[in-house]
């Protein structure tokens, strides 16, 4: 008995009311329709800033291109110059390895002259 007078007492409260306003989709519609209208003029204008931007970003591509192949060529020759010179520090690692870590000044000769 006593559930049932709660019950009572909080229902309105669970009660869920909604307006029932039939322009409520029409407003969404219209709105639709206005936006769709906005995109559609501004579109030729978006398009043209959109193909300028295309053609600027591919000329900075190019150029960034061209100097890279400029640099590339420019250097080709240090790079051979870097390779050979690490080739020769690798050598000269695994043969100070060979040799052992104790006595290096002791046996500097004999070591690296054999």
Not at 52 to 57: D, I, K, Q, S
């Amino acid at each position: 008995m006593q559930w049932k007078l709660e019950v009572e007492r909080v229902a309105p409260k669970l009660r869920i009311t909604l307006a029932a306003d039939m322009r409520d989709w029409r407003q969404h519609l219209e709105a639709a329709h206005s936006n769709s209208q906005l995109l559609g003029s501004s579109w030729p204008e978006a398009r043209a800033a959109l193909e300028r931007l295309v053609g600027e970003v591919g000329a900075s591509v190019e150029k960034i291109d061209s100097r890279e192949r400029q640099l590339n060529s420019q250097f080709e020759g240090l790079l051979g110059q870097y390779q050979d010179t690490r080739q020769q520090l690798v050598a000269a690692q695994e043969q100070y390895n060979r040799c052992g870590h104790r006595g290096v000044y002791k046996y500097h000769t004999s070591c690296f002259l054999a």
